[in-house]
């Protein structure tokens, strides 16, 4: 499966933007993770894959949401009140297993991962 990441940008604090994240295939479990320059990859939100269930982490809880077409393959994340600390390259990345618990919270964990999409947020 691969993973196609699409739709960051500029924005400045306090705005809006949509990342959308389309699969060649399927893909159970899908997750965003950023990773901000000389940082490690951090777990952002994940969504199960009827969509019923979601994860956030504590920075994004409330600004931001994730959701997912699985007509189209396609999972997104709206950011809201964007902050300049959420400026990241964001990934998503997709789990082969339906059901991945504690495990969604790791990057390793997942199968495949899109190449990046960079979100810059200005002070």
């Known amino acids: 499966v691969q993973l196609q990441a699409s739709g960051g940008g500029l924005v400045q604090a306090g705005g809006s933007l949509r990342v959308s994240c389309a699969a060649s295939g399927r893909s159970y479990v899908m997750g965003w993770f950023r990773q901000a320059p000389g940082k490690d990859r951090e777990f952002v939100a994940a969504i199960s894959w009827s969509g019923g269930s979601t994860y956030y982490a504590d920075s994004v809880k409330g600004r931001f949401t994730i959701s997912r077409d699985n007509a189209k393959n396609t999972v997104y994340l709206q950011m809201n009140s964007l902050k300049p600390e959420d400026t990241a390259v964001y990934y998503c990345?997709?789990?082969?297993?339906?059901?991945?618990?504690?495990?969604?919270?790791?990057?390793?964990?997942?199968?495949?991962w899109g190449q990046g999409t960079l979100v810059t947020v200005s002070s």
């Open positions: 990345a997709g789990g082969s297993l339906r059901y991945m618990g504690e495990a969604r919270y790791t990057p390793d964990e997942y199968d495949y």
